[in-house]
């Protein structure tokens, strides 16, 4: 029952988000137009690269959706709506999250073209970039709740958001969220302007709308990580705990979406910089300051 | 308990299988990969033996090590995408012959050991979790930190030997001190 | 319980012995490195059965295994230090090729 | 292994790899349509690259009168329509060359309507290069917003012009906000001033940094300079040549287009163009290409590309 109502809630926020993409894009509200694109894929022709690396090509989207949907299985939408209340949750979803990676290397060698593969192998360098930004951040959110478990880490924040207790871990983790999700500014392996889709460039048919669906899932499934750990999960006023998880994670989706429209992509190169040089630094200060924070506010 | 001998002779057999194709396909990536799945299914069977932080972390851990480990592969092969069909080992009869004998000695120790009483409950993984953080900071403090500060030796020594030479004498030291 | 100690550790023993198979025959760093990490996962196997069911109390054990994940972290970075400076030297990381290593 | 890789060229970084030769065009969602840009990838750098168009008009044109009939209008509808990305400017050229040759002195009438479509048209075409940039950069409020913009100064009089001026000055006034653009646009491309064949806003902005951030900032400079003279101006009305008869001889006119000067000089017979001759911004900055793209990044060589607006049409052959 539990799997069925978060699959469901997945499913619905990724439609809502290719909703309000389109919506963003054409500037037409149309909301049975997901549908429409998703069975029009269905009905195109799939078409195979002349000589691919069948098990990979094949995989990958799966690959993807099912990794994007192992991530949520460990978020909590309300205290008792939680497929698998793992006692290492926190850790595991970095662990899920790893295989995006895997799914997008996949994804570029598997077409056996040019384009496909630049971009899987941007994709390595965008997590030499982002990783370490994602895990350093959770570390930080762990050290306050004492505890991997994501209920505990919701819990932790009933008095207090952590976006308000450790502003800079949130903004780290969010612009790290976005590099893993490839949105743009970040979507370096996908570039449209100079890859021409890199990764998505070989998809088609049905396998281009299993990709569509993994890459907008993984963005919900990154919202709403973002919301467990630092806009305090289902916590909230009058509304019933479930609503508020969605609603934040929605309005955290919306935003990445957002931001992505209003920036040009990055450099590579300036990424890795940025992130070495500036980030991971920001990101142990983080934990230093939420460590004293910890011992020295009872 | 069955349920658990189950699932770990499952991952098990699933980790051996990847293991072996690591070496039996002639693709780069698909090695990397195969050897990927491999690691993932002993993290599998980390879980399944109830040792849920380092099952996740292993899977974790892999993830990113093996793909880096594609695409240098895929650098430093002649033929990445396997379509030429080389042969790239060596000695094999020799090999198949030390890694068969060791894994006999190993399984005949598993075997003919008497391993005493077992345990049957392990603490749940909070607990676990907790208790290996008391370890790491308490006794084994010093261990970890150690490992810590050779991960950071070893990147610097990495990036070190890595990055271009800038002359001609301090590229023959590097040669010869290889 | 006896019997899922006794699988894992034939699973341990049979994944170090295709790491030595590997280490062994193939003739490309990058290949031998894979062989080694699969010995590795083959020791990781035994350590964390050990623990399971041998000393559950005794956290020793999963520190263990934690720093041999750390070893497979260095041998990779280590080894593809090397290899990259090998490659840039000699055009090759071919183990037959390397007979200017020879003592 | 060593007889594989002792023949690869050498990488930056001093490693041997496969290099692959990976065509981009001639529809690319980063490049103007028509143009076909080779480029050889060593793993996300260019080494080397070299762009061609496919769709160039011709540059001379000898007894254009023995394949078809060429009278003056069936020509300049011919240019303006071998250009779509200017036709009007070509347009104009055109009827300048042909009233020169026809011998007609220079029309004040009809001079201020004629630059107040130039200066129209050269708004559209930089709104159409920043809509280009848009795309290339994945910067998708910038496409939305220049290509929206595009479209309606394309056929704007000079009223609904005036309406348009707020939007289309606060767009630098954007962009000079916008986070990561000017780290992305800066040192990328850059073509010194002593660079041959440089032209138009390519050449404008070598003095004032030469990359593409100077670019796109001389365009946007184009744009006010450009709102000020319709401004200042007559009503935009698309050039028409005059009447000018059955004559003959020879004509030469120079027109700053959007992407700089072309200049085109034409033999007039009996008022049939008999022969015509085309020289175009363009042809000499694709001539650039191969410079600004060796030994960059992929993404950086493509904006250095992109920041020259070459128009493949206009690619003399």
Known sequence: MTVAIVLLALLGSAWLLAVIEGWMATG????????????????????????????????????????????????????????????????????????????????????????????????????????????????????????????????????????????????????????????????????????????????????????????????????????????????????????????????????????GRYLPRIREADLMRWCWIMGIPLALVNIIIVGLLILVVP | MYAQAFFVAVFGLAAIGFGLVVFRTSSMVRSALALLFSQTAVGCMFLAMQTEFLGVLQIMMMATEMSIMAIFMVMFMMDPGGLGGMDMSHQKRFSIGAGVSAAVVAIAIALLSDWGPLADQVPDAEAQTRALGMELLGRSMMIFETAGITILTAMIAATAVAIPVQNLASKNDKESSE | MTAVLIVALLIGAILFGIGIYGALSQTNLVMIMMGVELMLAGAMVNLVAFWRFLHPEAYSGQMFVLVVMTVMALEMAVGFGIAIARFRAKGSVEMEEAEDLKG | ???????????????????????????????????????????????????????????????????????????????????????????????????????????????????????????????????????????????????????????????????????????????????????????????????????????????????????????????????????????????????VGDVSGTGEATVDTPRGEARLSLKLERGHVKSYELDTACSHHIGLVPKLVEGQELGDALLAVGSLDLSPWEVTS
């Open chain 1, 28 to 259: 037409r509200l149309s909301p049975a137009a997901p549908l429409f694109n998703g069975l029009a894929h269905l009905g195109r022709e799939s078409i195979v690269p002349r000589s691919p690396d069948r098990v990979f090509f094949e995989a990958a989207p799966v690959l993807l959706l099912v990794v994007a949907v192992l991530g949520m299985a460990v978020l909590p939408l309300a205290p008792d709506l939680i497929i698998a209340d793992l006692g290492t949750g926190a850790l595991f979803i970095n662990a899920a999250l790893a295989y995006v990676l895997v799914a997008v290397i996949m994804a570029g060698w598997g077409p056996d073209g040019a384009y496909a593969m630049i971009g899987g192998w941007r994709f390595l360098g965008q997590l030499i970039a982002y990783s370490m930004l994602i895990v350093m951040p959770i570390t930080a959110v762990a050290m306050r709740a004492e505890s991997l478990v994501n209920t505990a880490i919701v819990g932790s924040q009933s008095s207090l958001w952590n976006i308000v207790y450790q502003p800079l871990g949130f903004v780290l983790f969010f612009i790290a969220a976005m590099a893993l999700a490839f949105r743009a500014p970040f979507d370096l392996p996908t570039a449209e302007g100079e890859l021409g889709g890199g990764v998505d460039a070989e998809y088609t048919g049905v396998r281009l709308a299993v990709l569509r669906l993994a890459r907008l899932t993984l963005v919900v499934t990154l919202a709403s990580a973002t919301t467990v750990f630092y806009l305090g999960g289902w916590h909230g006023p009058l509304l019933p705990p479930w609503a508020w998880s969605l609603i934040k994670t929605l309005a955290v989706a919306v935003s990445m979406l957002l931001v």
């Open chain 4, 1 to 243: 292994m060593i007889e594989v890789t002792k023949d690869l060229p050498r990488s930056a970084d001093g490693l041997q790899m496969d290099w692959l030769e990976v065509p981009f065009g001639p529809v690319f969602p980063g490049l103007p349509g028509g143009l076909k840009l080779t480029l050889t990838l060593d793993g996300d750098g260019v080494t080397e690259g070299q762009a061609i168009s496919l769709v160039g008009v011709t540059s001379k044109g000898d007894n254009v009168e023995e394949s078809e009939e060429m009278d003056a209008e069936t020509f300049i509808a011919y240019l303006s329509a071998a250009i779509p990305l200017a036709p009007v400017s070509y347009r104009l050229l055109a009827c300048l060359a042909i009233e020169q040759a026809a011998g007609l002195e220079d029309d004040s009438a009809n001079a201020g309507a004629r630059t107040g479509a130039l200066e129209r048209e050269r708004i559209a075409s930089h709104l159409g290069w920043l809509a280009q940039l848009g795309r290339q950069l994945g910067f998708a409020w910038l496409t939305q917003r220049a290509s929206t913009l595009q479209l309606q100064v394309r056929e704007a009089n000079r009223d609904s012009l005036a309406a348009l001026e707020p939007a289309l000055r606060t767009l630098g006034t954007r962009l000079e906000r916008t986070p990561l653009l000017k780290s992305r646009l800066m040192g990328v491309g850059i073509l010194p001033t002593e660079s041959s064949g440089l032209r138009g806003p390519v050449a404008s902005a070598a003095n004032e940094g030469g990359d593409a951030w100077a670019r796109l900032w001389q365009r946007l400079a184009e744009i006010s300079a450009s709102l000020d003279l319709i401004k200042s101006g007559a009503e935009p009305e698309l050039p028409v040549l005059r009447d």
